[in-house]
């Protein structure tokens, strides 16, 4: 085990600058996901690290030792790919010793990992099947459990869950947390996945265009997003945002409804700024259908759009300040499309981004 | 009376049976038979000889005709090995190119755009001991100041029939090992290097392995071809001088017209056939083995 280091890494794809220069620190036995949509340069910075990708510039450190110009081989890391891998014409048990193997390690001893990593993951009657013979959740964890045999300074997933169905993937997600507990190991998962990341992470470090938006605990970045793309990104139905301006004390939307301006951010936002104001559906919610028992509540009567019952709650389509918002009924009550009911708004849980930067306004 | 008539599937199977009769059987039925005569092309009666199997029986005890089939199985092997080697690098080197892989791969199959007699004629002339071109740049290097026999000394016109053989077909395994690279899966490479193998270890447990079935259909298509080799070395050496060059099908084509012992020739023809179809099992075989090994789905 080791902790890991990037300090100002770089890469550029001729003029497509795909990272640009990441500092990220990964403590040892730290589970990290690097989550973000598709380009964002998190599945390139897991390549770097794996050295299967040349870095621009920077530098990757694994203990203390600078890694740059090693080869993938010689930087004790097991990667689980999201194709799994796996070598098509060994069986199990040679896909999850192949590595010791090559290190020229005694059969004994390749014998005994493979097998203490076959009874981890329960695998152990499938050793002598190749991996055609296998279903996809079956070879995703031979993937894995090649990369335990190797007993690495760091693993690198990259996106291993999202060939699965979503059973699957929430039993595998499981499965990985709890080898992590068990092995302690260092730990860097690339996801477009928020919830996987969210579940899984002890840190979860949110890219867009090569740059870091935000690292911090899933609390963090879920309570106290930093710019409105992580506010957008983190949570599941995302977060409602609405443009407004600052007047008089309120927040004026494009339709000229408007809010008060919630108290925290009094000090932060000065008269005619265009500000984002984001609300997460569990902070908009028919009265009595709430989550908190609101500190700053505002209550508005809103014409429900469309509902869409989930069994323990019942998502609610309202329009207010020309977008579209989702709140979270709770307790859900038969409500009609068409309906106008009483909706509060806590504005305690208000978020407000800075309408140029899309930074967070939040001072404390 | 109702008359008898063929059933309809029958009566519309029977064109196709007839022009495979004509074409296919019945020749083949008449050359194995002729195999069992003396029957020569001077004397039409002798086909109606039977004598058995004597043919056969004098072929087993035939020096000429066992060196003919042994310099065949060499030539088999030896430009079977050649080419599959020298193929799996040109394909290893094209599929590396960044740019331009099209024409290279065009380029690559110009040998086999010729006709195997130009290309005889091609390295009959390369290769000829006063005016060929290698003798000439040997010379002009200062290699050697001797005319080196390329076409007349035993070994030496065994190899420039070779060359020429692999010139013209080595193609047709870059073709294909070039095919399977390109079908490869890029993600277990990267899992072989992860895993700590260096590039020759990539190369020897996970490529290779992956290419092999395509290795073996060149193989087994290519066994056939060289097997019946005829036009290239009747071009450069006709067999000779004095048989020193004989493949089977040349001393069969010499023994059939120019001897005009057909019964014979077609009794050498029938072993030559049974070469061809142990070669052609052999590696169907490993074929299967390799495919069902990567678990091919072809």
């Known amino acids: ?364 | 009376m109702k008359p008898w008539r063929l059933p309809p599937h029958l009566l519309l199977l029977l064109p196709a049976v007839l022009i495979l009769a004509a074409i296919v059987v019945i020749p083949l039925g008449l050359s194995l038979w002729s195999s069992f005569t003396p029957f020569r092309l001077t004397r039409p009666d002798t086909m109606y000889d039977f004598i058995g199997l004597r043919n056969y029986a004098r072929l087993l005890g035939d020096a000429q005709f066992w060196s003919a089939f042994g310099r065949t199985v060499l030539l088999l092997t030896v430009a079977l090995n050649l080419e599959m080697v020298l193929g799996l690098g040109l394909a290893l080197l094209i599929e590396r190119a960044s740019r331009g892989q099209r024409i290279l791969r065009t380029i690559m199959m110009f040998p086999m755009m010729f006709s195997p007699v130009l290309v005889g004629f091609q390295f009959k002339f390369m290769f000829n001991d006063n005016v060929g071109l290698v003798n000439n740049a040997l010379q002009s290097l200062g290699l050697t100041d001797r005319a080196i026999p390329w076409l007349i000394d035993q070994n030496l016109a065994f190899i420039s029939i070779m060359v020429a053989e692999i010139w013209s077909s080595t193609a047709v395994f870059a073709i294909f090992i070039l095919a399977g690279l390109m079908a490869m899966p890029r993600d277990p490479l990267e899992a072989a290097r992860v895993d700590g193998c260096t590039p020759w270890q990539t190369f020897r447990y996970v490529t290779w392995p992956f290419l092999m079935p395509f290795a073996f259909i060149a193989m087994t298509i290519r066994s056939l071809d060289v097997a019946r080799a005829y036009d290239i070395i009747k071009i450069m050496t006709d067999g000779g001088p004095a048989r020193r060059t004989e493949v089977l099908w040349t001393l069969i084509s010499r023994t059939a017209y120019s001897d005009a012992r057909m019964g014979m020739a077609n009794a050498m023809a029938y072993i030559a056939i049974l070469l061809s179809i142990a070669f052609t099992l052999i590696f169907f075989r490993q074929l299967s083995k390799a495919r069902s090994q990567i678990a091919a789905e072809w």
Not at chain 1, 6 to 24: E, I, M, N, P
Not at chain 1, 228 to 241: L, T
Not at chain 1, 283 to 303: F, Q, S
Request: include cysteine.
């Open chain 1, 1 to 364: 085990m080791a902790d890991l280091s990037l300090r100002q890494l770089d890469k550029k794809y001729g003029s497509f600058h795909a990272v640009k220069g990441l500092d990220l620190h990964v403590e040892d036995g730290e589970f990290v996901a690097l989550v973000g949509p598709s380009g964002c340069g998190k599945s390139t910075t897991l390549r770097m690290i794996a050295g299967l990708e040349e870095i621009s510039s920077g530098d990757i450190l694994i203990g203390d030792r600078v890694v740059n110009d090693l080869a993938p081989r010689q930087r004790n890391i097991s990667m689980v790919f999201q194709s799994y891998a796996l070598y098509p014409h060994m069986t199990v048990r040679e896909n999850m010793g192949f590595t010791l193997k090559i290190a020229g390690r005694p059969e004994a001893e390749i014998e005994t990992a493979v097998a203490d990593a076959a009874r981890a993951l329960e695998i152990e009657p499938l050793l002598d099947r190749r991996p055609a013979q296998l279903s996809g959740g079956q070879r995703q964890r031979v993937a894995m459990g090649r990369a335990i045999v190797r007993n690495p300074d760091v693993f690198l997933f990259d996106e291993p869950l999202s060939n699965l169905d979503a059973k699957l993937r929430g039993q595998m997600r499981t499965e990985i947390k709890r080898l992590h507990a068990r092995l302690g190991s260092t730990v860097v998962y690339v996801t477009h996945d928020q919830i996987e990341a969210m579940t899984l992470a002890d840190r979860i470090v949110i890219m867009r265009d090569g740059l870091i938006e935000q690292a911090g605990s899933p609390d963090e970045v879920f309570n106290r997003p930093a710019t409105r793309f992580v506010a957008g990104f983190i949570g599941s139905p995302p977060m409602n945002m609405a443009e407004g301006v600052i007047q008089d004390g309120l927040i004026r939307f494009g339709d000229g409804e408007t809010l008060p301006l919630p108290a925290q951010f009094r000090d932060a936002v000065t008269a005619g700024q265009r500000v984002t104001l984001g609300l997460r559906p569990d902070d908009i919610y028919p009265v009595g259908h709430g989550l908190h028992a609101g500190e700053a509540v505002e209550t508005r009567p809103l014409e429900v759009a469309l509902t869409e019952p989930l069994g323990n709650e019942t998502l609610l389509f309202v329009r207010f300040g020309g977008v579209e918002w989702t709140s979270r009924m709770l307790n859900p009550r038969d409500l009609r499309r068409g309906e106008t009911v009483d909706f509060q708004i806590d504005l305690s849980r208000v978020h407000l981004f800075d309408g140029e930067s899309g930074r967070s306004l939040r001072t404390a």
